[in-house]
């Protein structure tokens, strides 16, 4: 029973490439390199035949975004990218062929809404430990650099911060930033620090420390703002957990409280059945990569019985009237078994 869900998944992951024509193949592509260098990945496939946030989860907490051309992307794909990344701990990404209709350049990493911009080429030498180290923000372009080993080469010279400085023409302020890691220099103070120190001072980008310095922020105002304009995510937000609510991927909200991660399904008079099992089973793949529980939110004795016979154990079914409780409940658990560990 389990191997043909398994293989009923595959099938409509499958579908779901062919069907998506330029689209679909560029998934693919992505999909393989992913593989190629030893990560487990899964397709997203819900919403099917509308926009959708989401298109790929990786082991390794990765959360991509697929598109044609990165400016193609909606305002309420980038905003879901950007609270399930904060609230499931992973570095989002989108990867795509251009950017306004101009192709991407290999081995740069550009930016859409603060969220990094890969072509497949790029993806895959970032993925083989290759020196990618120019990236775009903030509308410049910046290399990353080994601040540890930069303090270390100028200790070396007998240069202080502010000679250094002088030199490169900018503040010994840049330069403690440099340092400890704050920021990167433009690829024209990187040319001459590379002069001076040689080219073992640059670095690889990191997806994962890019993520959590740009979009991490935006997130923090979007929990409290969806908090008091939302009435369940208020409640929830009550018993310690904060909480997001998605528009354009499976899950309805995201949660976490100490480490503790949840994602909900809420089954509303609005929702075929076919459409809530196929929300349920797209959020269980996100979960299983990336390490949340599902919460499928019911109303009846008939919805509780579809859920356990399509996904017996997998996931936990929830009255909506008893919700916040369950919640509450399991998150000390998990917060006491982390004590016993």
């Known amino acids: ?86 609230i499931l701990n992973s570095a989002v990404l989108i990867v795509s062929k251009s950017y306004f209709n101009e192709d991407l350049e290999p081995g740069i990493v550009m930016d859409r809404s603060d969220i990094s911009v890969m072509d497949p080429e790029t993806l895959d030498l970032y993925l083989s430990d290759e020196k990618v180290a120019i990236y775009y923000k903030k509308g410049q372009f910046f290399v990353k650099i080994r601040g540890e080993i930069l303090h270390r080469k100028r200790v ?71 908090a008091k304009e939302d009435p369940l995510l208020r409640r929830i937000s009550e018993i310690g957990m904060e909480a997001v609510r998605l528009k354009r991927t499976a899950p309805d909200i995201l949660g976490i409280a100490k480490g503790y991660k949840a994602a909900l399904v809420i089954k509303d008079n609005l929702k075929t059945t076919e459409d809530f099992t196929e929300k349920v089973a797209n959020t269980l793949k996100i979960c299983l990569r990336l390490g949340c529980k599902v919460y499928t939110v019911i109303s009846s004795y008939s919805d509780a019985s579809i859920v356990k016979k399509e996904f017996d154990d997998k996931v936990k079914i929830v009255e909506r009237d008893k919700l916040e409780e369950i919640i509450r409940e ?4 998990k917060g006491e078994s982390h004590s016993d560990e």
């Open 330 to 333: 399991d998150n000390v658990r």
């Open 1 to 86: 029973m389990k191997g043909m869900k398994d293989s009923r998944m595959m099938k409509d992951s499958i579908d779901s490439i062919s069907m998506g024509g330029g689209l679909g193949v560029l998934i693919g592509k992505t999909m393989n390199i992913l593989r190629k260098h030893g990560l487990g990945v899964d397709i997203i496939n819900y919403p099917r035949d509308e926009r959708r946030s989401v298109d790929i989860v990786a082991n390794g907490r990765l959360i991509i975004k697929v598109s044609q051309d990165a400016y193609e992307i909606s305002r309420e794909e980038i905003e879901d990218l950007k609270l399930s990344s904060r």
């Open 156 to 226: 070396e010279r007998n240069l202080s911060m502010g000679e250094l400085a002088e030199i490169l023409g900018i503040s010994r302020k840049a330069v403690y930033e440099y340092e400890k890691g704050g920021m990167d220099p433009s690829i024209e103070v990187a040319q001459k620090l590379v002069e001076i120190f040689g080219e073992d001072i640059v670095s690889k980008v990191d997806v994962y420390e890019l993520t959590e310095r740009y979009v991490f922020s935006y997130v923090e105002r979007m929990l409290r703002a969806q």
